[in-house]
């Protein structure tokens, strides 16, 4: 069964902290991964997209990178700010017979206390 | 350049009755998807269109239904709703011409549906 797992589940670190989110996928034959922000009650605003031939991808202070034969991804945060404060979510899209929609795991809870 | 919009925000319905969620994509997008969050069992994929057509469907019930209209905007249609439906909806757009492996998906602000 396709399923992509997120650890930890929360996480409470002091401002000014780098931090890393984990994510693991059961199957190598994805499309991509999409690491996601989600704010209570919310949508998700897409953070990085890894395509399946790249290593990682970097915006600001966000870096995420790929594994596909350990079937992992991590999101490193750095310097973390209050505003960091969401639920961050990751979602590979499988290409070997899978649905072809996004699976998710159930995210990690941050909170980044001042 | 305007974002995923859902309407309505917010809906409230008894069971058995039908909910109507709709979706407006990105400009120049051509695929929607659509996602139940419901509480306790994470983000999972419903519905995916694709130029008007229907390309592939979760693990949910025929009740759970669809459609794309041609400027690409799209309607999750839920019939004999039940408790467990309760949940927020989400919707999202892509280019599917950017190539499969570079297909970022955005995401709407959900519709919150109540099933009392």
């Known amino acids: 069964k396709q399923e992509v797992t997120q650890i930890p589940a929360a996480l409470s670190v002091p401002e000014g902290e780098n931090l890393v989110l984990n994510c693991s996928f059961t199957?190598?034959?994805?499309?991509?991964l999409q690491w996601f922000r989600q704010d209570p009650g919310k949508g998700l605003t897409s953070l990085l997209l890894?395509?399946?031939?790249?290593r990682e991808q970097t915006s600001g202070r966000l870096n995420a990178s790929l594994d596909k034969s350990s079937g992992r991804s991590t999101l490193y945060i750095a310097a973390s700010q209050p505003g960091d404060s969401a639920t961050y979510l990751c979602?590979?899209?499988?290409?070997?017979?899978?649905?072809?929609?996004?699976?998710f795991g159930k995210g990690t809870h941050l909170i980044i206390q001042p | 350049e305007a974002g995923v919009t859902q309407s309505p925000t917010h809906l409230i319905k008894t069971r058995g009755q039908q909910a109507t969620l709709r979706c407006s994509p990105i400009?120049?997008?051509?695929?929607v998807y659509w996602y139940q969050q419901a509480l306790g069992l994470g983000l999972q994929f419903l519905l995916w269109?694709?130029?008007?057509?229907?390309?592939n469907r979760g693990n949910f019930p025929p009740r759970f239904s669809g459609r794309q209209f041609p400027n690409y905007s799209s309607e999750l249609n839920v019939n004999a709703l039940e408790l467990e439906d309760s949940a927020l909806y989400l919707c999202?757009?892509?280019?599917?011409?950017?190539?499969?492996?570079?297909?970022?998906?955005?995401f709407g602000p959900g519709t919150r549906l109540t099933v009392l």
């Open positions: 199957d190598s034959a994805i499309y991509n």
């Open positions: 979602a590979v899209r499988y290409s070997g017979g899978g649905a072809d929609g996004l699976t």
């Open positions: 400009s120049g997008h051509t695929s």
């Open positions: 890894i395509q399946s031939s790249q």
């Open positions: 269109y694709d130029e008007g057509e229907e390309r």
């Open positions: 999202a757009s892509t280019n599917p011409t950017s190539g499969r492996d570079y297909n970022e998906q955005f």
